[in-house]
């Protein structure tokens, strides 16, 4: 087994005139969970179908498993699994002819897991997929992702389309699929779906990656929002000076204000104060990400 | 029946194919069974008084026997037109089809080659025409009798439907080689429509102008029935053309999808 699960290098492609990815340098590493985050158009389907060879890239090197998805795909995907973020797929079959079928081309597999996972996942086997809800046909497209028991999952967007029970019960077997040493390369817009679940995040933007770091990292660089109630009035000149701290705004005795960083430095400002009360939000995510898309605007 | 790709795809159009078959065979059954109709001699002058290039148009200048007015309204009209339709948008279907209706994604995120997904599709659209020929062959055979379709023999009947097969075959393969060439399903079935168009002019009202005889030598409706198969059996020469050009479409089909992008 391979220490580099997912490797591409200056991963060029374009759409006619428009640039889909525009020098792609991406490592997943073999037994992590990777969040794979971008606003919309940024590339994250792009490099997706690129790793399954249904596009192909007109410049730099992609390696999945070790193997080139271009000239070993069959034998590659065989070792993937992949789940779309709207699994569409013929509504005139029932979930048990289609993932029947998606086993026979894999081979192998035996009925029983597929009707482990339905049951696992409360789906009807039995209902055609078209009289089923988004959140059902989704479950289907868990079940052919996960009946394999891949090496590597990738998951464009995995679950926009589940319920916050299904979620709960997908991150449970995402994890499960972790603790057995595989890998997750998981695509997503919104920081919260990955927050969950992932050990690095990286940020696609305009077809190139900003930012690759832990999820822990970005957590403690992260912007809070900090709310201070003092017995007494201060002005906003005072607090505007210190290293950190932006957007500060007072009201009488209320004041509140963006830390960016260590809080020391703030700290021994109110101790010149009395202080009565102190609130300091947790970071969300979400923010934060936002924050980095703001940032990658401005260079 | 959901083993492989070629098996799902007959199970999958199992309606579509049975539905067609039934379709076919009752409408051309019925054009049939008006032969008793026509066959008289009331029919026959009333005929002879339309001007020949009308009756070269809609192919009824053979009328005067059996095999003339199968040939001529059965085969050459009604059954040809409606077994493009089916053939054109079966053929669209395979790759374009499902590529348009993002269904390809996931099948070819498996361990499968797309050349040998488009051939077992491919494989499995000319299985449904041979059940559709043959549906058809059956309902003639049982009305030869009651429609007094005299003189023809089981052999030419046979080889009428060899021409049949084929040239709906040729229909499907340019639907589907340009589908899966290009992922675009307009254009496959564009195209499919313009080469019946062509055909069906060239055949009929095109080849009687002066000096362009010979262009209905480039029609299908011509390889479909020129020279008589059921009079005369096999015609070998259009047998091989339709043979061949659905051989290369489908080889340019296949090689063209292997070779591009797979659209979103």
Known sequence: MTETAIRTEGLVKDYGRVRGLDGLDLEVRTGEVYGFLGPNGAGKTTTIRILFDLIRPNAGSVMVLGLDP????????????????????????????????????????????????????????TRRIGALSRGNRQKVGVVQAFMHQ?????????????????????????????????TVFMSSHVMGEVQRVADRVGII??????????????????????????????????????????????????????????????VKTLARHEVVILNAEEPDLEELFFDYYDRGGSR | MLRNSFTKWLWDNRR????????????????AAFWPSIDNPEMREALENYPEAVLQALNFDEIATAAGYLNASVYGLVVGLLIIVYATSAGTRIIAGDEG??????????????????????SALLVSLVLISVALLLVILALTGPARLE??????????????????????????????????????IGTAAGVAVFGFA?????????????????????????????????????VSIMTALIFVLTSVGVWGFSRRDIGV
């Open chain 1, 150 to 182: 891949p090496e590597l999952f990738i998951l464009d967007e995995p679950t926009s389309g589940l319920d916050p029970f299904l979620q709960q019960e997908f991150s449970v077997m995402v994890r499960q699929a972790v603790s057995e040493g595989r």
């Open chain 2, 151 to 188: 003189g023809i023999s089981l052999g030419d009947l046979a080889a009428m439907h060899l021409h049949l097969f084929l040239f709906a075959a040729l229909f499907g393969s340019v639907a589907f080689a340009v589908g899966a060439a290009t992922g675009r399903r307009g254009v496959a």
């Open chain 1, 205 to 266: 933007r305009g077809g190139r990656l900003t930012t690759v770091e832990g999820v822990h990292q970005l957590r403690d660089r992260a912007q809070r929002r900090i709310e201070i109630v003092f017995n007494g009035k201060v002005t906003a000149e005072e607090f505007s000076a210190i290293p950190g701290v932006s957007d500060v705004q007072v009201d009488g005795k209320v004041l509140t204000c963006r830390l960016d960083g260590s809080a020391d430095a703030l």
């Open chain 2, 101 to 122: 209706s993002g269904t390809l994604d996931l099948v070819l995120a498996h361990p499968v080659s797309r050349s040998r997904l488009a051939m077992e599709r491919f």
């Open chain 2, 202 to 238: 060239a055949n009929g009202i095109l080849s009687g102008i002066e000096g362009l005889g010979w262009i209905e030598d480039f029609s299908p409706f011509q390889w479909l029935n020129g020279g008589s198969p059921l009079a005369n059996g096999v015609q070998a020469a259009h």
């Open chain 2, 16 to 31: 579509s194919v049975l539905g067609w078959a039934a379709a076919l065979a009752g409408v051309g059954g019925m054009y």
């Open chain 1, 70 to 125: 271009r000239t070993d795909g069959i034998e590659l995907r065989r070792r993937i699994g992949y789940l779309a973020d709207d699994f569409v797929v013929d509504g005139r079959q029932t979930p048990r002819e289609l993932l029947t079928y998606l086993a026979n081309l894999r081979g192998g597999i035996s009925p029983v897991v597929i009707d482990e996972l339905a049951q696992r996942l409360d789906l009807d086997l």
